[in-house]
């Protein structure tokens, strides 16, 4: 089966900072995987996602991330952190084949505080 | 387009009462899904359904029944309520195209479950 590692359940940075949230995942074969973020009290929006191709994906609200297959990671980053991007994110890695691709596993989210 | 409704929005039971929490979408997507969300556990998928009469379980099936007898409609049973399954229920659907990509999951606005 597979899973997702978010190591960090809290950061704090600086508005203006960049950012970069980290992901693990764990899957055989290449997954798919994706980004969500959630702000108090809503539902959950997607980001962005990677299927396959190119490595490095563009999202909404100026969010990329790049797939590593080396290391198993797909990392969110974001050049320019504004107060609104306050909220919680998800990583989610998903199987690529038939029937399966609807069991969508998540991670357990990072809290992301933004400083004035 | 509404998108994915859920209903009630919020909910208190006693403990061993039954009740069906509702879902419906009206993007024809064929991949729809239940996940619960605990403080930090992330979201944990209890059901899903990669079309109608298709079904399978998630990471936490047990005390959860579903049903897909259409496209539109996922609603997900709780038999017996326990305080176990007080959480916040998320309804999400999906769509596949082309080589059969997953396009990641759109959610509801989830539904606030209290048993006491």
């Known amino acids: 089966a597979q899973s997702v590692t978010q190591p960090d359940i809290h950061i704090t940075v600086s508005e203006g900072a960049s950012l970069e949230l980290r992901c693990n995942y764990s899957y055989g074969a290449t997954p798919y995987l994706f980004w969500y973020v959630q702000s108090p009290g809503q539902g959950l929006q997607l980001l962005l996602k990677?299927?396959?191709?190119?490595?490095l994906v563009q999202g909404i609200k100026g969010f990329e991330a790049e797939f590593k297959r080396s290391q198993s990671s797909f990392n969110l980053r974001k050049p320019s952190v504004h107060w609104s991007d306050a909220a919680e994110y998800f990583c989610a890695v998903g199987k690529n084949y038939g029937g399966s691709q609807g069991n969508l596993i998540f991670g357990k989210g990072t809290k992301l505080s933004v400083k004035p | 387009n509404a998108g994915v409704t859920q209903t009630p929005k919020f909910q208190v039971l006693k403990t061993g009462q039954s009740m069906t929490l509702q879902c419906a979408q009206d993007m024809n997507h064929e991949y729809m899904s239940w996940y619960r969300q605990d403080p930090g556990m992330g979201l944990r998928l209890i059901h899903y359904?990669?079309?109608?009469?298709?079904?399978d379980q998630g990471e936490v099936p047990n005390g959860y029944n579903v049903s897909r007898s259409t496209t539109e409609d996922f609603p997900l049973r709780l038999l017996s309520a326990a305080p176990s399954q007080t959480s916040v229920y998320f309804c999400?659907?999906?769509?596949?195209?082309?080589?059969?990509?997953?396009?990641?999951?759109?959610f509801g606005s989830g539904t606030r479950l209290t048993v006491v």
């Open positions: 990677y299927f396959s191709g190119d490595t």
């Open positions: 999400a659907s999906s769509y596949s195209k082309g080589t059969g990509n997953f396009y990641g999951y759109t």
């Open positions: 359904s990669v079309g109608a009469g298709i079904t």
